[in-house]
């Protein structure tokens, strides 16, 4: 990515912060980014296209800092998991920017069932095989890793969203807790002794 389109896309997430995503006026997201509002429709020829981008912006930043949670030796992949889900809802509570953007877009107009599909092809390409591998080993509920996929990434976004309203650091830190004991219960086989 070029380096005008990077600030594009960062002013683009702040503008989006400050102002929501149907108040986020290419004239002012290109002048926060410090560039001509002629350069923001040469590399976006429209918003549509411009929020398509940061959503992907956000999506491989979210998994680059996920992805080093799947490197793992087999045998640790229930450990890494419960790790991933930690950080995964982690990100979204440093990232509020990040967050917001996020959850606006994929309740707009658009947030297509394209970008869906292509986003959750994504996630199963990179984060596929950890789900694989321990429904094989039997530490997760047998089920298609897509739908698991789609489950834990729905469940940890609403449990932060749940943090960022949440009254007071306390609360914050219990919703923080018993969302990851939830999200863990809920994926894994329970042994019965």
């Known amino acids: 990515m070029l380096s005008s389109q990077v600030n594009i896309v960062k002013a683009t997430i702040e503008v989006v912060s400050q102002l929501g995503l149907d108040r986020a006026a290419t004239a002012k997201i290109s002048k926060s980014a410090g560039v001509a509002t002629g350069t923001l ?3 976006y020829p ?3 296209h411009l929020f398509q981008a940061v959503h992907q912006y956000i999506l491989d930043d979210y998994v680059f800092n996920l992805i080093g949670f799947f490197d793992y030796p087999e045998d640790k992949v229930g450990k890494q998991l419960k790790k991933a889900i930690k950080a995964s809802l982690d990100y979204w509570i440093r990232n509020p920017m990040y967050f917001s953007f996020m959850n606006q877009m994929i309740h707009s107009g658009y947030y297509t069932d394209e970008i869906a599909r292509k986003e959750m092809t994504y996630f199963e390409s ?4 950890a789900f694989r591998v321990a429904i094989r080993k039997g530490l997760v509920r047998k089920f298609d ?8 990434l729905k469940t940890i976004f609403e449990i932060a969203d749940m943090i960022f309203h949440a009254e007071d650091e306390i609360l914050k830190k219990k919703y923080r807790q018993q969302g990851v004991t939830f999200i863990w219960s809920a994926l894994t086989v329970q042994s019965k002794n």
Request: charged residues 20%; positive net charge.
């Open 41 to 43: 429709f040469h590399h």
């Open 46 to 48: 429209n918003k549509g």
């Open 126 to 129: 990179r984060l596929g095989d």
């Open 145 to 152: 890793p897509r739908i698991l996929l789609q489950i834990l």
